[in-house]
Protein backbone atom coordinates (compact mmCIF):
# COMPACT_ATOMS: atom_id res chain seq x y z
CA UNK A 1 0.00 0.00 0.00
CA UNK A 2 1.35 3.44 -0.85
CA UNK A 3 1.24 6.61 1.07
CA UNK A 4 -0.07 9.69 -1.19
CA UNK A 5 -0.87 11.56 2.01
CA UNK A 6 2.24 14.50 0.94
CA UNK A 7 0.60 14.39 -2.69
CA UNK A 8 -2.31 14.68 -1.60
CA UNK A 9 -1.58 17.54 1.04
CA UNK A 10 0.28 19.01 -1.63
CA UNK A 11 -2.56 19.30 -4.05
CA UNK A 12 -5.20 20.44 -1.33
CA UNK A 13 -2.97 23.48 -0.44
CA UNK A 14 -2.51 24.44 -3.89
CA UNK A 15 2.04 23.93 -3.57
CA UNK A 16 1.65 22.81 -7.05
CA UNK A 17 5.57 23.71 -7.90
CA UNK A 18 5.65 20.30 -5.74
CA UNK A 19 3.80 17.63 -7.13
CA UNK A 20 6.19 15.94 -9.87
CA UNK A 21 9.28 15.96 -6.97
CA UNK A 22 6.82 14.24 -4.76
CA UNK A 23 6.00 12.20 -7.26
CA UNK A 24 9.78 11.43 -8.51
CA UNK A 25 10.50 10.68 -4.93
CA UNK A 26 7.58 8.37 -4.02
CA UNK A 27 8.06 6.40 -7.29
CA UNK A 28 11.95 5.92 -6.44
CA UNK A 29 11.17 4.69 -3.18
CA UNK A 30 8.30 2.15 -4.53
CA UNK A 31 10.41 1.14 -7.49
CA UNK A 32 13.33 0.61 -4.80
CA UNK A 33 10.94 -1.98 -2.43
CA UNK A 34 10.11 -3.77 -5.81
CA UNK A 35 6.28 -2.92 -5.07
CA UNK A 36 4.68 -3.21 -8.34
CA UNK A 37 2.66 0.43 -8.69
CA UNK A 38 2.00 0.79 -12.33
CA UNK A 39 -1.92 -0.02 -11.58
CA UNK A 40 -2.63 3.09 -8.99
CA UNK A 41 0.33 5.13 -9.73
CA UNK A 42 -1.60 8.58 -10.32
CA UNK A 43 0.10 8.89 -13.83
CA UNK A 44 -2.10 12.10 -15.08
CA UNK A 45 -1.06 13.67 -12.12
CA UNK A 46 2.46 13.07 -12.26
CA UNK A 47 2.99 14.04 -15.80
CA UNK A 48 1.06 17.38 -15.06
CA UNK A 49 3.19 18.20 -12.36
CA UNK A 50 6.19 18.29 -14.62
CA UNK A 51 4.50 19.89 -17.44
CA UNK A 52 3.38 22.75 -14.43
CA UNK A 53 6.91 23.47 -13.73
CA UNK A 54 7.93 23.21 -17.29
CA UNK A 55 10.28 20.25 -16.84
CA UNK A 56 9.24 18.95 -20.30
CA UNK A 57 12.25 16.46 -20.06
CA UNK A 58 10.98 14.86 -17.81
CA UNK A 59 7.49 14.59 -18.43
CA UNK A 60 8.69 13.08 -21.85
CA UNK A 61 10.68 10.66 -19.96
CA UNK A 62 7.89 9.51 -17.88
CA UNK A 63 5.88 9.30 -20.85
CA UNK A 64 7.76 6.51 -22.66
CA UNK A 65 8.17 4.59 -19.29
CA UNK A 66 4.53 4.20 -18.48
CA UNK A 67 3.09 1.09 -20.12
CA UNK A 68 0.90 0.91 -23.12
CA UNK A 69 -1.94 -0.97 -20.97
CA UNK A 70 -1.82 2.24 -18.60
CA UNK A 71 -2.39 4.60 -21.66
CA UNK A 72 -4.64 2.59 -23.22
CA UNK A 73 -6.79 2.61 -20.23
CA UNK A 74 -6.72 6.08 -18.65
CA UNK A 75 -7.64 8.54 -20.75
CA UNK A 76 -6.31 11.18 -18.54
CA UNK A 77 -3.19 10.13 -18.58
CA UNK A 78 -3.20 10.09 -22.60
CA UNK A 79 -5.03 14.17 -22.54
CA UNK A 80 -2.04 15.23 -19.68
CA UNK A 81 0.55 14.05 -22.57
CA UNK A 82 -1.70 15.96 -25.22
CA UNK A 83 -0.77 19.34 -23.41
CA UNK A 84 3.11 18.45 -22.98
CA UNK A 85 2.76 17.35 -26.56
CA UNK A 86 1.57 21.00 -27.02
CA UNK A 87 4.05 22.70 -25.43
CA UNK A 88 7.09 20.51 -26.99
CA UNK A 89 6.24 21.75 -30.05
CA UNK A 90 5.27 24.81 -29.52
CA UNK A 91 1.50 25.00 -30.29
CA UNK A 92 0.26 27.93 -28.09
CA UNK A 93 -3.05 27.40 -29.49
CA UNK A 94 -2.84 23.67 -29.21
CA UNK A 95 -2.08 23.86 -25.52
CA UNK A 96 -5.61 25.56 -25.03
CA UNK A 97 -7.34 23.24 -26.95
CA UNK A 98 -5.51 19.78 -24.87
CA UNK A 99 -6.95 21.61 -21.59
CA UNK A 100 -10.13 22.32 -22.77
CA UNK A 101 -10.74 19.21 -25.02
CA UNK A 102 -11.37 16.98 -21.54
CA UNK A 103 -13.12 16.92 -18.78
CA UNK A 104 -10.50 16.61 -15.89
CA UNK A 105 -10.98 14.81 -12.68
CA UNK A 106 -11.39 16.90 -9.46
CA UNK A 107 -7.82 15.58 -8.40
CA UNK A 108 -6.43 17.05 -11.52
CA UNK A 109 -8.84 20.10 -12.32
CA UNK A 110 -7.07 22.35 -9.84
CA UNK A 111 -3.49 21.83 -10.88
CA UNK A 112 -5.03 22.07 -14.84
CA UNK A 113 -6.17 25.19 -13.92
CA UNK A 114 -3.39 26.23 -12.16
CA UNK A 115 -0.89 25.97 -14.77
CA UNK A 116 -3.67 27.29 -17.38
CA UNK A 117 -2.96 30.55 -15.50
CA UNK A 118 0.38 30.18 -15.09
CA UNK A 119 1.24 29.47 -18.87
CA UNK A 120 -1.29 32.27 -20.05
CA UNK A 121 0.89 34.45 -17.88
CA UNK A 122 4.00 33.14 -19.80
CA UNK A 123 3.02 33.76 -22.95
CA UNK A 124 1.38 37.15 -21.99
CA UNK A 125 5.01 37.99 -20.80
CA UNK A 126 6.90 36.80 -24.12
CA UNK A 127 4.41 38.97 -26.14
CA UNK A 128 5.30 41.68 -24.24
CA UNK A 129 9.22 40.74 -24.99
CA UNK A 130 8.32 39.79 -28.92
CA UNK A 131 6.30 42.33 -29.81
CA UNK A 132 5.12 46.36 -29.99
CA UNK A 133 2.23 45.67 -31.63
CA UNK A 134 0.27 42.23 -32.47
CA UNK A 135 -3.29 42.19 -34.22
CA UNK A 136 -5.96 40.69 -31.78
CA UNK A 137 -6.76 37.85 -33.40
CA UNK A 138 -2.97 37.19 -32.93
CA UNK A 139 -2.82 37.66 -29.24
CA UNK A 140 -6.28 35.83 -28.71
CA UNK A 141 -4.64 32.66 -30.26
CA UNK A 142 -1.37 32.86 -28.35
CA UNK A 143 -3.83 33.27 -24.80
CA UNK A 144 -6.38 31.09 -25.56
CA UNK A 145 -8.80 33.53 -25.29
CA UNK A 146 -11.86 34.85 -27.34
CA UNK A 147 -11.00 38.01 -28.73
CA UNK A 148 -13.21 40.09 -26.75
CA UNK A 149 -11.12 38.32 -23.75
CA UNK A 150 -7.74 39.13 -25.16
CA UNK A 151 -8.37 42.69 -25.78
CA UNK A 152 -9.87 42.62 -22.15
CA UNK A 153 -7.09 41.08 -20.47
CA UNK A 154 -4.49 42.94 -22.63
CA UNK A 155 -5.81 46.50 -21.92
CA UNK A 156 -5.76 45.02 -18.43
CA UNK A 157 -2.41 44.79 -18.57
CA UNK A 158 -1.65 48.70 -19.94
CA UNK A 159 -1.98 47.60 -24.14
CA UNK A 160 -3.92 50.12 -26.08
CA UNK A 161 -6.28 48.91 -28.59
CA UNK A 162 -6.66 50.76 -32.11
CA UNK A 163 -10.04 48.94 -32.85
CA UNK A 164 -10.22 50.55 -36.21
CA UNK A 165 -6.94 48.70 -37.50
CA UNK A 166 -7.80 44.99 -34.99
CA UNK A 167 -4.26 45.87 -33.44
CA UNK A 168 -3.37 45.90 -29.76
CA UNK A 169 -0.60 48.19 -29.56
CA UNK A 170 2.33 46.31 -26.50
CA UNK A 171 3.03 48.51 -23.43
CA UNK A 172 6.62 47.64 -21.92
CA UNK A 173 6.08 47.57 -18.02
CA UNK A 174 8.20 50.20 -17.06
CA UNK A 175 11.32 49.57 -15.92
CA UNK A 176 12.99 50.62 -12.69
CA UNK A 177 16.44 51.29 -12.52
CA UNK A 178 19.13 50.94 -9.71
CA UNK A 179 21.02 54.16 -10.42
CA UNK A 180 24.68 53.41 -10.07
CA UNK A 181 27.49 55.67 -8.47
CA UNK A 182 30.32 55.78 -11.01
CA UNK A 183 33.75 55.51 -9.28
CA UNK A 184 34.57 58.90 -9.99
CA UNK A 185 31.99 60.53 -8.32
CA UNK A 186 32.55 58.19 -5.36
CA UNK A 187 35.90 59.38 -4.77
CA UNK A 188 35.09 63.61 -5.71
CA UNK A 189 32.46 62.88 -2.69
CA UNK A 190 35.00 61.34 -0.32
CA UNK A 191 37.36 64.24 -0.85
CA UNK A 192 35.19 66.51 -0.26
CA UNK A 193 33.92 65.25 2.73
CA UNK A 194 37.48 64.53 3.95
CA UNK A 195 37.75 68.70 3.42
CA UNK A 196 35.12 69.55 5.13
CA UNK A 197 35.96 67.23 8.30
CA UNK A 198 39.50 68.77 8.02
Not at 66 to 91: F, M, T, Y
Not at 108 to 113: G, I, K, M, Q, T
Request: net charge negative; hydrophobic share 45%; glycine share 4%.
Amino acid sequence: MMDFSQLKDALASRSFDLVAEICDELMLQVASRGINFQQEWPYAIHLLGHIYINDLNSARFLWKSIPDGIKESRQEVVAAWKIGQCLWNRDFAGVYRAISAFEWSQEALDLVNAFRESYTKRTFELLVSAYSTINVTDAALFLGMSEDDAINYAVQHGWRLDSAAGMLEVVKPKVISEQKLDSSKLQRLTEYVFHLEH
